[in-house]
Nanobody, 127 residues
């Protein structure tokens, strides 16, 4: 069993930066592909970024490409999301999730691919 806890959210002005962390319990987490999703007010949960177990492969939504960076430190059982050049439209609750696969599947953008979810952390970007 894996439990995920997100942290690092908050209020930031447009153009600012935040780094989100997803800390996991469970020795097998280091072998799981991990992703970040977000849910903006009134919208469906959407894929943001993903990383395979080793950190060698990463995927990004077009809307965040070039601004966000996903990374992981398996020794610390933690996945990060560095968010730069934040925009008001990035305002959302951000969730991390993990799959028991080592790599992301072709359906990596589908939330049903992931077995484990955190509770989320709020990110608010003011204009």
């Amino acid at each position: 069993q894996v439990q995920l806890v997100e942290s690092g959210g908050g209020l930031v002005q447009a153009g600012g930066s935040l780094r989100l962390s997803c800390a996991a319990s469970g020795r097998t987490f280091s072998t799981y592909a991990t992703v970040w999703f977000r849910r903006a007010p009134g919208k469906e949960r959407e894929f943001v970024a993903g990383i395979n177990w080793s950190g060698e492969s990463t995927y990004y939504a077009e809307s965040v490409k070039g601004r966000f960076t996903i990374s992981r430190d398996n020794a610390k059982n933690t996945v990060y999301l560095q968010m730069n050049s934040l925009k008001p439209e990035d305002t959302a609750v951000y969730f991390c999730a993990a799959s028991q696969r080592t790599s992301l599947s072709n359906s990596y953008y589908n939330r049903r691919e992931y077995n484990y979810w955190g509770q989320g952390t709020q990110v608010t970007v003011s204009s």
